[in-house]
């Protein structure tokens, strides 16, 4: 049982609960590393509080005595539209770190997207469990041990890339550099690079500017694509430019996001630009959504404007300090379970069920009949 210091045993009945139990399991340096956004800390809010002015327009008299809620990504196919979100250093959250999640992920049949910044390798995630997962990448200055890292993905059974754009440079996270915070060295580097960098302030942001490319542009897609036959999405777009450019080099998918708000500060709230985003895309590749989805309602809303399934971040991690792979668990079933009853009560039996008509975001969107 999760246990509230102080208090009878509780166990956490929504996935916000889930926070206050990281708040106090975790170090300071670590619970502000994990909860932290960029600068003000305006778009950390927004990913969460723009969720909130979409209003659901259910059906009813519909037969919802058998919900489906399965979907299929990039071929593969995944018990609800709800994945884990690439989410760094999992170990400074529990000792068993991704490895736990990756369990959890398998126990719940989703997808997870490992790290590129994990702290267990790639070979003992995979070796953990039998599951279908993906690899984020980074690019770095040393390519040829970017190209490394993405020869032992795919020689371990990792079924997609997903390559993350927004991060040239480390965004501004206060938090961090109040706290001096310190990152451990990587496993997935040993013997390749040193990530141990002497500063007073915060590691990371000497650590990100010393080995990642700021050169990289779209005609790296090209080598990345020139050096792997798995597929390649990219994860940092939030225009309808970028999009439409990523269809032209030839992605296989593209992940909505602003990098959970922790990188440039007053960028839109991810759900306010994924149908812009959509739209440009045409159906061509799919969209995942990724930033601020905290219940099934969230999870509904963004499938409503074009998401073929979400990314979970924050929470899973929250989850797994909480009470490690029974803790992602309990965090990947609690949205599953309200995505589910939202259907329910939506008139939605199957996920393909869920369409644009099922929410509204403005008064421009009720039917004329209202206005």
């Not at 299929?72 to 068993?96: C, D, F, K, R, V």
């Not at 990792?158 to 109040?178: F, N």
């Not at 706290?179 to 390749?192: D, H, K, S, T, Y």
Request: glycine share 6%; hydrophobic share 45%.
């Amino acid at each position: 049982m999760f246990m509230f210091p102080g208090e009878m045993a509780s166990e956490p009945v929504n996935v916000n609960e889930f926070q206050e139990l990281a708040r106090q399991a975790l170090p300071k340096m670590y619970y502000d590393f994990y909860t932290g956004g960029a600068e003000d800390q305006h778009t950390l809010k927004e990913n969460v509080a723009a969720f909130r002015r979409i209003m659901l327009r259910p059906r009813v008299l519909v037969d919802v005595s058998r919900i489906d809620m399965s979907t299929t990504i990039l071929g593969y196919n995944i018990s609800a539209p709800i994945m884990i979100a690439p989410t760094a250093m999992h170990q400074l959250a529990h000792p068993e770190g991704e490895v736990a999640t990756a369990r959890a992920a398998a126990a719940c049949n989703t997808i997870m997207i490992l790290s590129n910044m994990s702290t267990c390798t790639v070979e003992e995630v995979a070796s953990s469990c039998n599951a279908v997962r993906f690899f984020q990448l980074y690019v770095l200055k040393r390519r040829d041990i970017s190209a490394q890292i993405v020869h032992r993905v795919e020689k371990n059974g990792y079924k997609a890339i997903v390559l993350t754009v927004d991060t040239p440079r480390l965004g501004r996270r206060e938090a961090d550099i109040k706290n001096r915070m310190v990152a451990p060295q990587l496993r997935n580097f040993e013997g390749l690079l040193s990530t141990e960098v002497d500063t007073v302030r915060s590691n990371l942001e000497a650590l990100i500017k010393g080995i990642y490319d700021t050169s990289l542009s779209w005609e790296d897609i090209g080598w990345l694509k020139s050096i792997t036959n798995l597929p390649i999405l990219i994860k940092g777009v939030l225009t309808h430019e970028n999009a439409r450019k990523a269809v032209e080099v030839g992605v296989a998918g593209i992940v909505v996001s602003n990098h959970g708000a922790r990188q440039l500060d007053y960028t839109p709230a991810t759900i306010s630009v994924l149908e812009e985003v959509v739209h440009a895309v045409g159906g061509r590749v799919p969209v995942l959504f990724d930033g601020g989805v905290r219940r099934g309602t969230d999870v509904f809303k963004a499938l409503a404007l074009g998401a073929q399934a979400v990314l979970v971040g924050r929470p899973v991690v929250y989850g797994l300090a909480a009470n490690g792979e029974r803790g992602v668990r309990r965090v990947i079933e609690m949205l599953k379970d309200e995505f589910e009853l939202t259907m329910a009560l939506s008139g939605c039996p199957s996920v393909k069920d869920i369409t644009r008509s099922h929410v509204t975001t403005t008064e421009f969107d009720k039917p004329r009949s209202m206005l």
